[in-house]
């Protein structure tokens, strides 16, 4: 080897390490997968949520995201049902969540409630505010 070859083995190292954080922190600080802060709950008349889905707690996920693994793995452990609506896998679903306006995941409607975001004991208290304890 080179010393041309080493510095050049050197900076495709050192780029792909920049674009791999610079991702990561993209992702994390864009909004478009939310965990942890910047949760909002809001209240409403979901109805209309409720119906379209054909239940009475839905989840708009995506695939990928790991906080919306987070809120299912939550909800399967504590034995509420729930419809899922995955927006990358389900054009029904995309659509329904560009209707409402889902920018982020996940999104879970609850009784008058919505939560963006996934904060495990604001989830909790939801649960249990509209009667679904473990």
């Given at each position: 080897?080179?010393?041309?070859?080493?510095?050049?083995?050197?900076?495709?190292?050192v780029l792909a390490l920049g674009l791999g954080v610079g991702a990561g922190y993209l992702v994390r600080?864009?909004?478009?997968?939310?965990?942890?802060?910047?949760?909002?709950?809001e209240q409403g008349d979901y109805s209309?949520?409720?119906a379209k889905a054909g239940g009475d707690i839905v989840l708009y996920s995506l695939s990928t995201c790991p906080f919306c693994h987070k809120a299912k793995e939550l909800l399967d452990k504590r034995n509420?049902?729930?419809?899922?609506?995955?927006?990358?896998?389900?054009?029904?679903?995309?659509?329904?969540?560009d209707g409402l306006k889902i920018k982020?995941?996940?999104?879970?409607?609850?009784?008058?409630?919505?939560?963006?975001?996934?904060d495990e004991a604001?989830?909790?208290?939801?649960?249990?505010?509209?009667g679904k304890k473990a």
């Open positions: 080897m080179n010393f041309k070859s080493i510095l050049t083995t050197i900076a495709v190292v600080n864009s909004g478009l997968i939310g965990g942890g802060k910047g949760v909002e709950v209309a949520v409720y509420v049902r729930y419809v899922e609506r995955v927006i990358d896998k389900d054009e029904v679903a995309r659509k329904e969540a982020s995941v996940p999104v879970i409607y609850i009784g008058d409630q919505s939560m963006r975001g996934f604001k989830l909790v208290e939801l649960l249990e505010k509209h």
